[in-house]
């Protein structure tokens, strides 16, 4: 595959920003924009790490090439096992959404081009906000003075992501991942749970009320997931009326863009997405 050139359209400004929570702390957001005049389209960056690890800097070099595409990345520093686990970071990412819609005008974004993208766990929690934004406990936590601001999102984008974490507890059960059994063990109560908070049984359940326009970047050698769950994921998507398109990349590992920025499928992916945000642009209202 031959690499493809993204050439940058904008100089990137990155900024630290912090959204209230309401027990009095606040939650760090990385923010990632283009040096120009707006409104750009905008999204929340849920990074990965099987529940667990990594912070909100993970995808940053995801994030500075597509803000030097011109759309604004806002990466939420949202809590993590052992001490908070499902839906805990659920509703500190459906909040940084709602942080995002309601400081749009500041950061040259506007809350009708608001949308997500979502790595490995943060694929699957991406998906839970965006399948169900009015669910009560994700959106649990108070944005002061924006309470009319809901959640909803403009468009997704999920790599390499988790739809279905117990299909993905039970394969690492059995072939013994002690790490990825860990994680599972660290973010959720039970398998009950895992089903319910479960972006796959959703689908097939119609437990959704929202299906915005969905791209899944998914490599075919990626051992930390079952080899059909992106396909799975995107006909359960389809069958349930949403829209999506989903690329698949020959021999690439999980998180390839992480561990692989430079490689071809890499640069392909992001100008994949950098692409599919800017026509979702052109669409209508989620």
Known sequence: MDKVLLTPRYDVVVEEHECPRPDGAAMALRVARPAGKG???SAIDI???GWVLHDRHWNAKIDDTLAAQGIVMVAPEFRKPPEYKYPVSIADNHLAIRWLKANAASLD???DLVGGLGTSSGGHQLMLCALRPSDARYGALALPGAEKIDGRLRFAVACWSVFDPLARYRMVRERQVKHLIEAHAAYWKDEAEMAEGNPQLILER?????LPSLLVIQGTHDDNLTDDMADRFSAAYRNAGGTVTL???EGMQHAFINREPDAAASLESLALIANFITRAMSAGQP
């Open 47 to 49: 990074h990965g790490g």
């Open 206 to 210: 119609r437990e959704f009320s929202d």
């Open 247 to 249: 690329y698949k990349f």
């Open 109 to 111: 974004t506007r809350p």
């Open 39 to 41: 409104p750009f389209p």
